[in-house]
């Protein structure tokens, strides 16, 4: 059973960082490209980056390029979102979610981690 | 940027109704377009890819159309439990964007 579990979120003040992490576990974590996804209070989904399965590719959003960080270790099956300077219009649900290349599908979800933005 | 539209971005339909929505796209990019439900508080859940393609244990009544820049997903007869948030996504090049959904309600 493909499995992402999601860290804790908190809440940040502003001007502040947090690492958000995803440990999978029931699929080949290592073949597979890996996306972030947010969703701000009552708002639709937005992407915000993507790690090829390796790792030597990142890909960002431009409301986070240069404020967050993804990367990955594929000996833990586990990615991580580092982010930087965090604003009010960070706070949301951070979904992690497995790719499927070829396809390009988002097939798997993790639970979501809320991050409050706030003094 | 890719840019999504969906149309229209609320809906009352009743139990049994064919139920349509639309999604076009600023560029054209193939059929690399996906398809998801989102109920309050849970995590989306992809229904449709490649456009067209079911998701392995969606049911059949979801329907994927389209090619280009105008995409549409149908529920050929409404259930209660498909009372959600529909979004659509080009999964052609990053960044990867998202319609801004659809909500589907029951009357």
């Known amino acids: 059973e493909v499995q992402l579990l999601q860290s804790e979120g908190g809440l940040v003040q502003p001007g502040g960082s947090l690492r958000l992490s995803c440990a999978t576990s029931?699929?080949?974590?290592?073949?597979?490209?890996m996306n972030w996804v947010r969703q701000a209070p009552g708002g639709g989904l937005e992407w915000v980056a993507a790690?090829?399965?390796?790792?030597?590719?990142?890909y960002y959003a431009k409301s986070v390029r240069g404020r967050f960080t993804i990367s990955r270790d594929n000996s833990e099956n586990t990615m991580y979102l580092h982010m930087n300077s965090l604003g009010a219009e960070d706070t949301a649900v951070y979904y992690c979610?497995?790719?499927?290349?070829?396809?390009?599908?988002?097939?798997?979800w993790g639970q979501g981690t809320l991050v409050t933005v706030s003094s | 940027d890719i840019q999504m539209t969906q149309s229209p971005s609320s809906l009352s339909a009743s139990i049994g109704d064919r139920v349509t929505i639309t999604c076009r796209a600023s560029?054209?990019?193939?059929?690399?377009l996906n398809w998801y439900q989102q109920k309050p508080g849970k995590a989306p859940k992809l229904l449709i890819y490649?456009?067209?393609t079911l998701q392995s244990g969606v049911p059949s009544r979801f329907i994927g159309s389209g090619f280009g820049t105008e995409f549409t997903l149908t529920i050929s007869s409404l259930q209660p439990e498909d009372s959600a948030t529909y979004y659509c996504?080009?999964?052609?090049?990053?960044?990867?964007?998202f319609g801004p959904g659809t909500k589907v309600e029951i009357k």
């Open positions: 979610v497995k790719e499927v290349i070829g396809e390009q599908k988002f097939d798997y």
């Open positions: 029931g699929f080949t974590f290592s073949t597979h490209h």
């Open positions: 790690i090829s399965s390796s790792g030597e590719g990142t």
């Open positions: 560029q054209s990019f193939g059929n690399y």
């Open positions: 490649l456009a067209s």
């Open positions: 996504q080009q999964s052609y090049t990053t960044p990867f964007i």
